[in-house]
């Protein structure tokens, strides 16, 4: 007989709050991912492109742990293996073909091209991971609450509901799982699961009637509502935020002007580098490496013998 | 001084012909604080909400209720502590009623530290509604009412879902507003014990209408005096058994009191501390060596669990929150898989009561569940639970108690082998568990009860189990486990040093009469 049978030791999440990019304030990590989110469409470079990505593997291992960033990529490779699929299949642009399906020209170039479309969309996804670590919906909600407050209110109220309701479907059907309802054929399948489903509607609009009756309990809407103020802006706050605004706008202007541009169609042609892509590739690297420079200054602060980093 | 008072007021809902609550004369002190209790619908919540004007309930009034407070300054927390949070986050929702009002940065800053130091729920400021207990989540909706500073507080059946633990300490955190703060409180609650301690004066209402009003001591020894069999429910045990032995003269409510005043006559003989299996011969249940963790969880629930359940038994299980009560229960009942160990039991025909009720229902009417089955059987249970009004109705329209009878009748019409319940007293009276064991005990299944509800299990169970640590510590009849517990027991039992575990017991260690107007 197995006793004291042992769990798989799982790798500690090291805590969020020993990174010091996540005391900065949720206004401006919104700002500075915003950006890179930008930046992921405003650059078709390889180069730039593969720059991204590299960084969002880096800070998703950094942030979340080399757990959460694996565990995601099985869905990425599915993914990966649609969107080339189906681009090489649906279009046929190009003139490098490689050879024909069923009368079709499979072109390198669609090759290329869903191969670029799957690394911009890996870079989103997996950017993604840093950031939910990084804002969690309740800080998400408070940036957002400044700019719309009813709608993140409402989101806010949404969110609660997700968990909730997702809960409760379990408990209804964890009781009809007792029962010995015949569940044997589609059809009693199909009325089994429409009889959970209409129970959990009822709850949940039994629900948003105590919830009204609560929001009127404390005075929703008889005054001019006022927001708390969760998160200070400090003067690191302000730098950081002037460090994104800056680099963001640089390279903006750059896109615009036509650095980091890479066209795949009509023919698939070896990238070029020219030196305004270069200052432009820096100045990426830079902005990418906001994240990094924080964490570096706080940790050079922190080991300052006389605490004098920390002081000023 | 009264700071509300209510002349002569009726309330009719739209559909009923009968009020609701019916010419009721009452003031409310300031300072004071007040508990109205009565059976499931007896009018006590109509008439607690319409103290407040924006949750007034909708319908037909004749009489005055006049307020010397503004609305503004009335607080209200109302019954079910899961929608009492509205948003993803504690703090948010804390700041939502200060927002509400309009209140500037550093006052709602002010507001918030020293209510929440108050309250001592720094640790709980971020967490999501989704993780907190029950007690956290009606605490948290007490201090978001708070941040409000309001001069009279109303709270709905505020402790009546709560385990004995919680409420007690939501309980002490009422009595700290009211006396540190001076807020006027009023409270509903559909049993006396525990309120009782707090209360300074006790309105005791039934079908709509005042039947006793007073303080604690005053009302319960007016229920003695008028031998009042229906309200006698109303006296908890610990002053039933004062009022007995002094033969109506004296009332205590808590141990301290009844021990001060009372000397049994002689020690009781201590039984020998086994389980007494009685009842039954078969095993209905057996457990071995279950392990339990939950995905992703950070521990072991049940940690190599043995455990055997007669057939016919009634067995409670005990134990402090997230103990795994629940958890145990799922695993008898075939929902969750335990990761190792052996599960035997002698038949399928399982009943389950979930811990929320409401998750039991899944027709629009009462009667849908109450389906099929021996039609005698089936009009015994619905007379004896007294359901007969509620048949027709919705099962989320009824009140907490009745829905939890109903699932009981529901699933005791099955006739299973093997009852698994959570948490079944929960928000029902006291007439109410009676009827409810006694018909648990008939039925001759054996019975899986987590409870917390101690007076319950001491009273009525046959075998009483202690969950700690992951498996059963120990287990025992009712008077051998509760008489030798300190701190985990019934008030009698902590007021006689263990010598007199129930009601009954006293009776016996007094050597004196029963009256006749009691039941047990």
């Known amino acids: ?312 | 001084m009264a700071l509300v008072s209510v002349s002569n007021f009726s309330l009719w809902y739209p559909d009923s012909k009968l009020p609701a609550v019916c010419d009721i004369n009452l003031q409310i002190k300031k300072g004071e604080v007040t508990v109205i209790c009565g059976p499931s619908g007896c009018g006590k919540t109509t008439l607690l909400t319409s103290l407040k004007k924006e949750v007034a309930p909708v319908g037909i009034t004749r009489g005055e209720i006049s307020a010397s407070v503004s609305p503004s300054d009335i607080g209200i927390v109302l019954g079910d502590s899961d929608s009492q949070m509205v948003t993803s986050t504690v703090i948010n929702d804390l700041a939502f009623y200060m927002e509400n009002l309009g209140l500037d940065n550093v006052s709602m800053k002010r507001r918030m530290a020293e209510t929440i130091g108050f309250f001592g729920m720094e640790e709980l400021l971020y967490k999501s509604p989704a993780v907190l207990s029950g007690g956290q989540r009606q605490l948290a909706a007490l201090c978001a009412a708070m941040m409000a500073r309001p001069k009279l507080l109303l709270l709905d059946e505020p402790v009546s879902q709560l385990d004995p633990l919680s409420a007690k300490s939501f309980l002490e955190m009422i009595q700290r507003i009211n006396e540190e703060l001076g807020v006027t409180v009023v409270i509903t609650e559909h049993r006396t014990d525990g309120v009782i301690k707090i209360a300074d004066s006790i309105i005791l209402m039934d079908g709509g209408k005042i039947v006793y009003d007073g303080t604690p001591g005053e009302v319960m020894q007016n229920i003695w005096k008028a031998q009042d069999e229906k309200n006698a429910y109303f006296i908890p045990s610990l002053a039933k058994a004062s009022l007995t032995v002094s033969r109506g003269r004296s009332v205590a409510f808590t141990p301290k009191d009844f021990a001060k005043e009372f000397t049994p006559l002689e020690s009781a003989e201590q039984s020998d501390h086994k389980a007494e299996n009685s009842v039954g011969k078969d095993r209905a249940v057996i457990c071995k060596s279950l392990l339990y963790r939950y995905p992703g969880g950070s521990g072991y629930v049940i940690k190599n669990l043995d455990m055997k359940v007669n057939t016919g038994q009634f067995t409670c299980i005990m134990g402090g929150n997230g103990s795994g009560k629940t958890t145990l229960l799922k695993i008898v009942a075939g929902i969750l898989r335990p990761l190792d160990g052996k599960l035997k039991r002698n038949s399928e025909k399982i009943g389950y009561l979930p811990q929320n009720s409401t998750a039991f229902f899944i027709g629009d009417r009462v009667e849908d569940e109450l389906s099929g089955g021996d039609l005698a059987y089936r009009e015994s249970l619905i007379d004896a639970l007294g359901l007969r009004d509620v048949l027709n109705r919705h099962p989320y329209d009824i009140s907490a108690g009745e829905r939890q009878r109903a699932a009981l009748a529901a699933i005791l019409l099955k006739k299973p082998d093997i009852l698994l319940l959570d948490e079944p007293t929960k928000g029902v009276d006291p007439y109410m568990k009676t009827v409810m064991a006694d018909l648990i005990k008939k039925s001759g299944a054996a019975t899986l009860a987590s409870t917390h509800d101690v007076e319950f299990a001491a009273t009525h169970a046959d075998v009483c189990m202690m969950l700690f640590d992951g498996d059963i510590a120990f287990e025992m009849a009712p008077f051998g486990f509760f008489g030798g517990n300190r701190y985990y027991t019934t008030e009698t039992a902590m007021a006689t040093g263990g010598s007199a575990v129930t009601y009954g017991d006293v009776i016996k260690l007094w050597k004196t009469e029963k009256p006749g107007f009691i039941r047990e």
């Open chain 1, 1 to 312: 007989m197995r006793r004291n049978k042992t769990p798989k030791k799982e790798l500690p999440q090291k805590d969020i709050l020993d990174f010091r990019f996540y005391m900065i304030h949720p206004a401006v990590i919104t700002a500075y991912y915003s950006g890179i989110f930008a930046c992921v469409f405003m650059f078709s470079h390889p180069a730039f492109v593969a720059l991204i990505l590299i960084f969002a593997i880096f800070t998703a291992i950094f942030y979340c742990g080399k757990a959460a960033f694996f565990g995601m990529v099985r869905t990425l490779v599915f993914f990966g293996v649609i969107i080339i699929l189906s681009n090489v299949l649906t279009s046929h642009r190009g003139v490098h073909i490689l050879f024909y399906l069923y009368n079709n020209p499979i072109t390198a170039e669609a090759a290329v091209a869903g191969l670029v479309g799957f690394a911009m969309l890996s870079c989103m996804l997996i950017l993604f991971l840093s950031f939910n670590r990084l804002i969690d919906s309740g800080r998400f909600l408070y940036v957002f609450a400044r700019l719309a407050p009813k709608t993140a209110f409402v989101t806010s109220m949404t969110i609660r509901y997700f968990y909730l309701y997702r809960n409760r479907a379990k408990e209804i059907a964890d009781v009809r799982s007792i029962g010995g309802e015949d569940r044997g054929g589609f059809a009693n399948k199909v009325r089994y699961y429409a009889r959970i489903f209409s129970a959990l509607v009822s709850w949940c609009l039994e629900e948003g009637m105590k919830t009204a009756l609560v929001l009127k309990s404390r005075e929703y809407g008889r005054h001019t509502r006022t927001s708390y103020v969760l998160y200070k802006f400090i003067v690191s706050d302000g730098i950081c935020l002037f460090a994104v605004a800056a680099l963001f706008t640089l390279l903006a202007l750059g896109a615009m002007t036509g650095a980091g541009q890479y066209n795949i169609y009509p023919k698939l042609m070896p990238p070029s580098v020219s030196l305004r892509d270069m200052i432009f590739y820096v100045l990426l690297l830079l902005y990418l490496a906001i994240p990094l420079v924080t964490e570096g200054v706080a940790a050079v602060k922190r080991r300052m013998p006389d605490g004098s980093g920390i002081c000023q």
